[in-house]
């Protein structure tokens, strides 16, 4: 197989279906110029050139002209430059991709994909190093995929693309430049399926995004002193996968749940709230979570670096619940 | 009605200030490349007459907003170099307490309102500048810079009809650079001369070459008259342009080198300025000379200033979210 890095493997997903359906557009700031920031869509030009377009900073009309041509026939892919400016298309996102379905009673489908550069990187502080899955996982009609390794990122993007409702694909920065084994054969991979990155009998460590690798790191660690991890990754949190993670907690009774948004109201909030409903009777101890600190990510770095949840963080959390 | 001055004071003081910017910016990207500035940098280098035009009519009373290149508006509006390095350094005597870095540097004791990492953000701050001072009847100022790409995003329209309708002190001033980030202005907005745009507001509208801080200074000096009058808002257009990449490192794939050279060669701001006090016999040579390299060594000291600052303590990380701490 094939190691490449994750804005590659979108890359992939995007011109491989673009291939296989001529509905699907791509737009956003600068995705022709250099494909973007992060260059996931470096060479569609060449390939598609009547499929994608440079526009105005106007994130507003960015999502709202995606979510008026998904009811139109095409299958629209936007690129929000970071996730900081979603906040300029709320309207779009909230009042109107999200509820177009429902609120006219099933009538249409809204194939709306917004790509979302998330998370801490390079130092650029605190309007374009934030996390917002839980702004997006509260909002009924938004699906919200996170993908961790290249091979995910690819499957669930061409599952995104085949699929008939709006996603928020959540890009972690740091991740694009991470190489992993991706396979060279088609492949989807279904929302809704959580991967176990990792098996262990003592403590289920719920991870999505850049905190896979962090707790794949700190099982390593920790397996020397006799404590195995067990590392899921739910992949998608709209919809998520609720069979795989209690099934791994009424097995090893405890249970840490750590992602890089900031802890108050995180997603990290529902996932231990679900555990804690439907697990109780199978808990060892309270359900913990390794979040970021409640602060707007600073720009200094040794600020920047007690912000982000660390291994070391998850190392004490999970040395603690074994205690 | 022209506007007097500027006095032979005040046009060293332009030139001095120019220089302040060039030559911090310069220094700043040196510093990126040796890894001590840190995070995104986008500079002003090219653009200096604009800010210092305009922040030439300007108290510490009056407020100015700013954009992601925000250091030349920083020192234009008499912020301390030293403090803005130590905010790129990441150290705790920065403006910020180096939490807010290149993008997000204020000085609230002159009047700046800070640098934006949102494009567009600042137009609803220097509106409601624009609200205090009405309300208050303290005669200030507000001065909104923003940048060509920052037309297509709503809060420009929403916040210059507000401006206008309640003819609020506020200067909406567009740098105009031809670019916003790696793509040309006449891709992405049809009406290329934003003075223009005024018309739909019913306020006035100029243009004024950006790169001469004379022009800047007497279209600068109408609009904020104007609004101390009480007589509301100008939508000021200064055609400018960036001599360097959008941020520091970029490859500038979308632009050609004679293009940059045409601008840097024919248009720069400062020797502009340079030139004509040396024919007007209000500058020679040597004193252009002494006034730059007293800027270099102020900005020599506001790197070892930074350099021997320390970093912000763990106790800053959750300090500051709120007034007092909450749990
Ligand atoms: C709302 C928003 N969208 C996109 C960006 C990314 N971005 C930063 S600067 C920039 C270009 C801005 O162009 P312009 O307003 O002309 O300012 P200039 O860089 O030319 O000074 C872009 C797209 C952003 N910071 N904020
Ligand atoms: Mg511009």
Known sequence: MPSIPMNQAIREALHEEMA???????????????????AVTRGIAEQFPDRIRQTPISEAAIVGTAVGAALCGLRPVAEIMYVDFITCAMDEVVNQMAKVRYMFGGQTDVPVILRLPSGSARLIAAQHSQSLEAWFMHVPGLQVAVPSTPRDAKGLMKSALRGRDPVMFIEYKRLYSVKGEVPDTEYVIPFGQADVKRQGEDITVVAS??????????????????????????????????????SSVEKTNRAIITDEEVRRGGSSAELASRIA??????????????????????????????????????????????? | MGIKGPTTEQLLDMYAAMWRIRLFEEQAEYQSGQGKVLGALHTYIGQ???????????????????????????????ADVRRMMAELFGRVTGYCKGKGGSMH???????????????????????????????????????????????????????????AVWRLPVVYVCENNQYAQWTPQEEITLVTDVASMSSAYGIPGAQVDGMDVLSVYQAAGEAVDRARRGEGPTLLECKTYRFHGHNFGDPQQY???????????????????GDHLQREGVLTAEEAESIRNSVQEEIAGAVRFADESPYPGPEELTRDVFSTPVA
């Not at chain 1, 808990?283 to 912000?307: I, W």
């Open chain 1, 209 to 246: 995004g850049p905190m896979v690798g962090k707790a794949l790191e700190a099982a390593r660690i920790l397996s020397a002193e006799g404590i195995e991890l067990e590392v899921i990754d739910p992949r998608t949190l709209v919809p998520l996968d609720t069979d795989t993670i209690f």
């Open chain 2, 105 to 163: 540097i204020a000085d609230f004791a002159v009047g700046m309102l800070g640098a934006n990492g949102i494009v567009a953000g600042g137009f609803g701050l220097a509106t409601g500048a624009g609200l205090a001072a009405q309300v208050r009847e303290s005669g200030q100022v507000a001065v909104c810079f923003f940048g060509d790409g920052a037309v297509n995003r709503g809060p420009f329209h929403e916040n210059i009809n507000l401006g």
């Open chain 2, 48 to 78: 200096e007459a604009v800010g210092v035009g305009i922040c030439a009519h300007l108290t510490d009373a009056d407020y100015i907003t700013s954009t992601h290149r925000g250091h030349g508006h920083c020192i234009s509006k008499g």
């Open chain 2, 255 to 273: 632009r050609t080198k004679e293009e940059i050279s045409d601008w840097s060669g024919q248009h720069d701001p400062i020797q502009g300025l």
């Open chain 1, 20 to 38: 296989r359906d001529s509905s699907i557009f791509v737009l956003g700031e600068d995705v022709i110029a250099h494909g973007g920031p992060y």
């Open chain 1, 277 to 323: 409903e439907e697990c109780f009777d199978y808990l060892d101890a309270p359900v913990r979570r390794v979040a970021a600190a409640d602060v707007p990510m600073p720009f200094s770095p040794v600020l920047e670096k007690l912000a982000v949840p660390s291994v070391e963080k998850l190392l004490a959390a999970a040395r603690d619940l074994v205690a």
